[in-house]
C-alpha cells in the first residue's frame, strides 16, 4: 500500500464514522492497485447508492468525490462532505 493510498483510506475512515452516525451503511473497499472508495447505502431504500472516493489535487489538498466525479467536499470536512452524501442518498416520500 503506498501513503497515498493509505492516506485516501484514513480520509474514507473518517468519513465512514460520520455517515454511519447519520444510519447510513458504508463498505470500505480498497483493493490493491485501485482507488480506495466507500460504498455507501442508504439502508432504508438499498437500492440508493453512492460511491465515494478521496483525492488530492495538484496542490496536496485533499477533497471527497462522488463517483461521477461530483466534489463534495473537503476532507478536513468531513461533517459536510456527510451531510452531501446523505443529501444524494435521501429519497423524499409522498
Known amino acids: 500500500m503506498t501513503a497515498e493510498h493509505g492516506e485516501a483510506v484514513d480520509h474514507l475512515r473518517r468519513l465512514a464514522a460520520q455517515l454511519e452516525a447519520h444510519s447510513f451503511q458504508v463498505r470500505l473497499k480498497a483493493p490493491a492497485g485501485l482507488f480506495p472508495r466507500l460504498h455507501v447505502i442508504n439502508p432504508m431504500v438499498p437500492a440508493r447508492t453512492e460511491d465515494v472516493l478521496a483525492?488530492?489535487?495538484?496542490?496536496?489538498?485533499?477533497?471527497?468525490?462522488?463517483?461521477?466525479?461530483?466534489?463534495?467536499?473537503?476532507?478536513?470536512?468531513?461533517?459536510?462532505?456527510?451531510?452531501?452524501?446523505?443529501?444524494?442518498?435521501?429519497?423524499?416520500?409522498?
Do not use: M, P, Q, Y
Open 55 to 94: 483525492a488530492h489535487e495538484a496542490d496536496g489538498e485533499w477533497w471527497f468525490w462522488l463517483s461521477w466525479a461530483g466534489r463534495i467536499g473537503h476532507a478536513e470536512d468531513v461533517a459536510t462532505a456527510a451531510e452531501r452524501v446523505a443529501s444524494v442518498l435521501h429519497v423524499i416520500r409522498r
